[in-house]
C-alpha cells in the first residue's frame, strides 16, 4: 500500500499499526475502551486475508492468539483492565513457552469495573506482574495517535525478535483522541519476524537458545514436529521437575529481556539538556508536561521532560543518567504512582517528588506548572 | 507377531517420552491405542499434518508429550480456545484436542460449548473418568449425584453434565460416546470425527481406579469396566430425551451426525466476497 493519510482515533490507529506490522490474526472480545480495535479488525482482516473470531471470553481470545502465533501467524489481542486480568494466566503460558504476540490494554479506570469510558494508567504494575512466577515482559506506552500506529508495529517488532508478549500500553485518552495519523508507504516499514530453524529437524532442540538468548521457533505444521508446554521444560521442550532446570530456563526468560534492554527502550528526551528539574511521564500526562516545561522555562525555570515510550523492561539506565544531571525529578502518572518507585529506586539519592491523578482527566497543564514551581522554590 | 516386531502405535510415539505417567489400570492408554488405531485406518503413516492441543489434568498427557507430532500442552481449561486459533491461522492442519472431563467441561465448559455453536472443524477427545484425577479424587461436573469424593465426603449434591447431549444440543456436526470397554467402537467413531468436517467430539468413558474407583466404592479397573459394559448402546435415529446422567442410565452410541456449514467455510465466504 502507498502513503496513506487518516484523521483518526488511537484505537483505529493502532488496528491499522498491526495490519501493517503484518498481523493477520486477531482473537477478540468486546469492552470498553478498546472495542474500537476489534470493530475496525473485524472489518478489515477479511480485506487483508486474515481472521478476526470474536470469543466467548478474554480468556479464549488470548489463547487462541498464542495459537495462531505457534502456526507462524502474527497475531494479536486488545482489551482493557477487566480482560487483561483474565488474560494474566495466558500471559504466563506465552512467557513460558516463548510465543510472539501483542497484547493490548486501552487502559480505564479500575480495580474492577471503575470507570469504562476513563482514562487512568492503574495498569503499569500489572502489565510486569500480572501473571505468576518470575518473569519478564516488555511494554511500550505511547502518546498520540500516531504513536498508536508507529508502536504497534514496534510492539510486534520486539515480541518476534525476542519471542515474548508485549504489551501496548495506552490510557483511554491515547486511545480515544482524534489526531492524524501518516501511514507510510509499506516499504519504508521495517519489519522482523522470528528466526526459523535451519537445522535438520532430527538435531532441533525447540529451546535451545542462540547467542542473543533467544531460540530459533519451528512453526506448526513443518517438518520440524515439537512439543511444548507450560511447564518448566528442557531444551528438547521435555516437562522437568530438576531444580537447575528451572533456574536455567527461568534465569534465560529474564535475561533475554534484560540483557537487551538497551535494543529495547525508548524514551524521548525533551529540554532535558540544561535542565535542573526532571520531569518523568508516559502516555497522556506527558503532553501536558510538554506544554508545562514551555511555560515554565519563559519564568527561568530551567525543566525538561524524560517521557518513557517503554516501560518495561524499565529504562533504567536512562533514569540513572537523568539523575546525575538534575537536582529534583517530579513523576507525573495517571495514579496514585507505579512507575514512581522504579524511579526512586534509579534516581536514589536524588530526589523524586509523586505527582498523582488517579482519575479520569490527566494532569493538566497547569497543574504541572504548579507543580514544577513548588518543586523549584523548595 | 514375533518378540522383535514392535507395537503398531509405537511409530507414532517419541519412545524417549515413555513410559506414560499413568496409573496402572488407567483407561487412558486404551484412548491413546484407539486414536492412533483410527489414525493408522485413515492411512497416516505418521503424525505429519496434525496437531494436537491439550490443556492441564491427566488426559492431557494423553498427546503430550507422547504422540510424535506437533504437541502443545496449554493452560487448564483453554486447549479449545489454542486450538480454535491454531485452526484459523492454519486451516489445513487437522487439529486435535484430547484431554479430560474437568479440563474440558469444567474449568473449559465455556469454550466447549461455543467452538460447538461455531462448529470449528476441531476434534475433541475427551477421557471422562468422572474425577479429577491427577490432584487426586476431587468432585467433577461429570460425577454422579451422591458419589463420594474428596470432596463431597458426604457424597455429592451436584447433578451431572450429559457431556454428549451437552454437545449434540450445543450445535456440534458429529458426537458420539463410548468406552474403554468398546475400543473398537470408539475407534471407529475417533475415525469418524477425525474426517467429519465441523465440531466432533468423543466422549470416551475412561476407568480411573486409583482416584474414581477407589473413592466411589465403584471398585478396580476390572469392575469399572465390567461395568462400561452393561450400559446400553442407543439405535440409530433413536431421538434425544434429556435425562440426568446416572451410572445405570447412560447411553452409548452416536449423538449428532449431520454436515452443517462450518466456521471455516463461512468465513471463507466472507473473505472471498471482500477481497
Known amino acids: ?378 | 507377531m514375533t518378540a522383535t516386531e514392535a507395537h503398531f502405535a509405537v511409530k507414532y510415539l517419541r519412545e524417549e517420552a515413555l513410559p506414560t505417567p499413568f496409573c496402572p489400570g488407567c483407561g487412558n492408554g486404551i484412548i491413546t491405542n484407539a486414536f492412533l488405531k483410527a489414525v493408522q485406518d485413515l492411512g497416516h503413516e505418521d503424525l505429519h499434518g496434525f496437531a494436537f492441543v491439550s490443556g492441564i489434568g491427566c488426559g492431557a498427557w494423553i498427546p503430550s508429550p507422547h504422540f510424535n507430532a506437533d504437541t502443545l500442552h496449554t493452560t487448564h481449561g483453554r486447549a479449545i480456545a489454542f486450538a480454535t486459533g491454531l485452526k484459523m491461522a492454519r486451516p489445513e492442519l487437522n487439529v486435535v484436542v484430547i484431554s479430560g472431563d474437568g479440563d474440558l467441561a469444567a474449568i473449559g465448559g465455556n469454550h466447549l460449548i461455543h467452538a460447538a455453536r461455531r462448529n470449528i472443524d476441531l476434534t475433541v477427545i475427551c477421557s471422562n473418568n468422572y474425577i479429577y484425577g491427577m490432584t487426586g479424587g476431587q468432585v467433577g461436573p461429570t460425577t454422579f449425584t451422591g458419589d463420594r469424593t474428596s470432596t463431597t465426603p458426604y457424597g455429592n449434591p451436584e447433578r451431572p453434565f450429559d457431556l454428549a447431549r451437552l454437545v449434540a444440543a450445543a450445535g456440534a456436526n458429529y458426537v458420539a460416546r463410548w468406552t474403554t470397554a468398546h475400543p473398537v467402537q470408539m475407534a471407529r467413531a475417533i475415525r469418524v470425527a477425525l474426517e467429519r468436517k465441523g465440531f466432533s467430539f468423543i466422549e470416551v468413558l475412561s476407568q480411573c481406579p486409583t482416584a474414581y474407583g477407589r473413592r466411589s466404592r465403584r471398585g478396580d479397573a476390572i469392575r469399572l469396566m465390567g461395568w462400561f459394559k452393561t450400559l446400553r448402546v442407543r439405535k440409530p435415529d433413536e431421538p434425544i430425551h434429556y435425562q440426568t446422567p446416572t451410572a445405570e442410565t447412560l447411553d452409548l452410541g452416536v449423538f449428532a451426525d449431520r454436515n452443517e456449514k462450518t466456521f471455516s467455510e463461512s468465513l471463507a465466504e466472507i473473505a472471498a466476497a471482500r477481497r
Open chain 1, 1 to 378: 500500500m502507498p502513503k496513506r493519510i487518516m484523521f483518526t482515533m488511537g484505537d483505529i490507529a493502532c488496528a491499522e499499526g498491526a495490519i501493517s506490522a503484518g498481523c493477520r490474526y486477531f482473537g477478540g472480545y468486546p469492552i470498553t475502551p478498546a472495542t474500537e480495535i476489534a470493530e475496525w479488525m473485524a472489518r478489515r482482516m477479511p480485506e487483508v486475508g486474515g481472521a478476526y473470531v470474536q470469543y466467548e471470553d478474554e480468556i479464549a481470545s488470548i489463547t487462541s492468539v498464542i495459537g495462531a502465533s505457534w502456526t507462524g501467524t502474527k497475531a494479536m489481542t486488545a482489551t482493557s483492565g477487566p480482560g487483561v486480568s483474565l488474560m494474566m494466566e495466558a500471559v504466563g503460558l506465552a512467557v513460558m513457552t516463548e510465543t510472539p504476540l501483542v497484547l493490548v490494554n486501552i487502559m480505564r479506570g479500575g480495580p474492577s469495573t471503575g470507570q469504562p469510558t476513563r482514562g487512568q494508567q492503574g495498569d503499569v504494575m500489572q502489565a510486569k506482574w500480572g501473571s505468576h512466577g518470575d518473569y519478564q515482559i516488555i511494554a511500550l506506552t505511547p502518546a498520540s495517535v500516531q504513536e498508536m500506529f508507529d508502536e504497534t508495529i514496534r510492539a510486534f517488532n520486539l515480541s518476534e525478535r525476542y519471542r515474548v508478549p508485549v504489551f501496548l500500553l495506552a490510557d483511554e485518552t491515547v486511545g480515544h483522541m482524534r489526531e492524524r495519523l501518516v501511514i507510510p508507504d509499506e516499504k519504508d516499514i521495517k519489519l522482523e519476524y522470528r528466526k526459523l530453524p535451519t537445522v535438520d529437524p532430527s538435531e532441533y532442540l525447540p529451546f535451545k537458545p542462540d547467542d542473543d538468548l533467544v531460540p530459533p521457533m519451528a512453526l506448526l505444521g513443518t517438518k520440524y514436529q515439537f512439543y511444548a508446554t507450560g511447564l518448566t521444560h528442557d531444551e528438547r521442550g521435555y516437562p522437568s521437575d530438576k531444580e537447575e532446570v528451572q533456574i536455567e530456563l527461568i534465569t534465560r526468560l529474564n535475561n533475554k529481556i534484560l540483557k537487551n534492554a538497551d535494543k529495547i527502550v525508548e524514551v524521548e528526551e525533551f529540554m532535558l539538556d540544561d535542565a535542573e528539574i526532571a520531569v518523568i511521564a508516559y502516555g497522556t500526562p506527558s503532553r501536558s508536561a510538554k506544554r508545562a516545561i514551555k511555560d515554565v522555562r519563559q519564568e527561568g525555570i530551567r525543566a525538561g521532560l524524560l517521557r518513557l515510550k517503554t516501560v518495561w523492561p524499565f529504562p533504567e539506565r536512562h533514569v540513572v543518567d537523568l539523575a546525575t544531571k538534575v537536582k529534583q525529578i517530579i513523576v507525573a502518572e495517571q495514579n496514585l504512582g507505579q512507575i514512581y518507585y522504579m524511579v526512586k529506586a534509579a534516581a536514589s539519592p536524588t530526589p523524586v517528588h509523586l505527582m498523582t491523578k488517579p482519575a479520569g482527566m490527566p494532569q493538566l497543564p497547569q497543574e504541572i506548572v504548579q507543580m514544577i514551581r513548588e518543586v523549584h522554590s523548595s
